[in-house]
């Protein structure tokens, strides 16, 4: 028998922890592999962990209502087959074949790796030089290099050994919430409110701190930049209001502006790919598929599912998508597919009578835009007539690292050009 841990997985990207809601399992019950054991919620998701193992439960270690770091153990599984030490009688015997005996110490000996140490250190960047191993005859293995990983920050090569040391003198559920704390730790010392008679405290709950804690991320680590263009949608809003109906009865949901929009970013996002990229420390990624992210709040929480492949569907498509997207976060039901490979973000911040805003990029995207309330204004036309005509304000906020003022500019005016030369002579939702 052997005991085996599962820790808080990451349910999508930029998501550093989540709370246990809800316990399915209780110690010394029998678990099958993928068998839940329990209900997580971040700040994108609902969703269940499923068991790693076969097994029975020994301990639960993390309580309900608890919100714990991502890689941090929640619970113990006393498996029916000794899996590690399997894996380390395959490494010893394959170092044992390409190095000779186990316990010669020789330094040209000591530079030779078995397969499965060579991949983990290359696909996490860690100097072999540097690592004091735990096998025989000081041998490197898998599972010093998973103590290294599991500390949640790759050392530098220099201090490779003494991470090594560290980690294995402690356990992980101690060392892993240190690492995320360091990445989440405010500017200042935060000022302590005075409470006064009749106010009103409200505990802040883990998918509340969550959220904080990614927009602090975001803030603190992009240097953002803001452009808005006024766009006028009156063929636009001619075009869907005399079909609407008509569609919704068709169809069985509703056909929003919000669809239109999201089309036209999509499309011009295959104009410009630059705006359609990734801030990665020393390089920038340029995504080949266009997955829009679209904001969709419920009561107090905000979810952020994907549209996958946008510019691939029709206006109708894309309707579709949004109405079961919403429908889905409404009721806890998204899944990890549905809240991942986003990016870009198009906030639909109009829908409750904003006609300005900046928003803080979808970390780690690029850029956001921020689609305003449609309102009647009176426009000065090109011959001097004056007309109540149906405009919208288009806001983004953009990555500076990543992109620059001149390229975004160019970005607006295409979608504000697509946008004004919707009509029903040119324009087809199918």
């Known amino acids: 028998m052997a005991l085996e841990q599962m820790k808080m997985p990451q349910l999508g990207e930029s998501v550093t922890e989540g709370t246990i809601s809800k316990w399915l399992v209780s110690v010394g019950d029998r678990v099958e592999k993928y068998d839940p054991l329990a209900e997580v919620l971040t700040d994108k998701v609902n969703a269940e962990i499923p ?7 020994k301990e639960l270690i993390a309580a309900e209502g608890e919100t714990l770091p991502v890689g941090t153990v929640i619970c113990t599984i006393e498996t029916d087959e000794v899996v590690e030490k399997v894996e380390e009688k395959m490494e010893e015997a394959i170092e044992t074949s390409v190095n000779g005996e186990v316990g010669s110490h020789s330094q040209s000996e000591k530079q030779r790796y078995s397969p499965a140490v060579l991949k983990l250190s290359q696909e996490h960047g860690i100097n072999l030089a540097n690592v004091k191993g735990t096998g025989k ?8 290099l998973l103590a290294i990983i599991e500390s949640g920050v790759i050392p530098q090569a220099e201090v490779a050994q003494r991470a090594v040391e560290q980690v294995q003198s402690k356990p992980i559920i101690e060392a892993q919430p240190k690492a995320v704390e360091q990445e989440t730790k405010p500017l200042s010392k935060p000022i302590e409110q005075v409470v006064s008679q ?4 409200i505990p802040v709950s883990g998918l509340r701190k969550t959220i904080a804690q990614n927009m602090v991320r975001s803030k603190q680590e992009i240097p953002h930049a803001w452009l808005m263009v006024e766009v006028d949608v009156t063929n636009l809003v001619q075009y869907r209001d005399s079909i609407k109906d008509e569609f919704k009865k068709r169809e069985g949901f509703n056909l929003t502006y919000f669809a239109f929009f999201v089309k036209v970013v999509a499309q011009t996002l295959k104009e410009f790919p630059q ?7 020393d390089k920038i990624v340029q995504k080949k598929d266009i997955n829009i992210s679209i904001a969709v709040a419920h009561e107090e929480t905000l979810f952020v599912p994907v549209i996958k492949h946008a510019d691939e569907k029709t206006i109708k498509g894309i309707a579709r998508e949004i109405s079961e997207l919403a429908s889905k976060a409404k009721t806890g039901k998204l899944t990890m597919d549905d809240i991942t490979g986003g990016t870009f973000t198009v906030n639909n911040t109009g829908s409750f009578g904003s006609v300005q805003s900046m928003g803080i990029i979808n970390y780690p995207q690029a850029a956001i835009l921020q689609v305003e309330s449609i309102v009647k204004r009176p426009v000065v036309m090109d011959n001097g007539m004056i007309a109540i005509r149906d405009m919208v304000n288009l806001c983004l906020s953009l990555d500076h690292r990543v992109l620059d003022g001149l390229i975004c500019g160019k970005f607006l005016k295409r979608i504000k050009e697509r946008l004004e030369n919707i009509s029903k ?3 087809s939702v199918y």
């Open 425 to 427: 002579e040119n324009t």
């Open 198 to 201: 009749g106010d009103v405290e």
């Open 137 to 144: 005859g000081g041998r490197i293995t898998r599972k010093d």
């Open 51 to 57: 068991s790693s193992f076969s097994g029975v439960v």
């Open 275 to 281: 705006i359609n990229s990734m801030w990665a420390n």
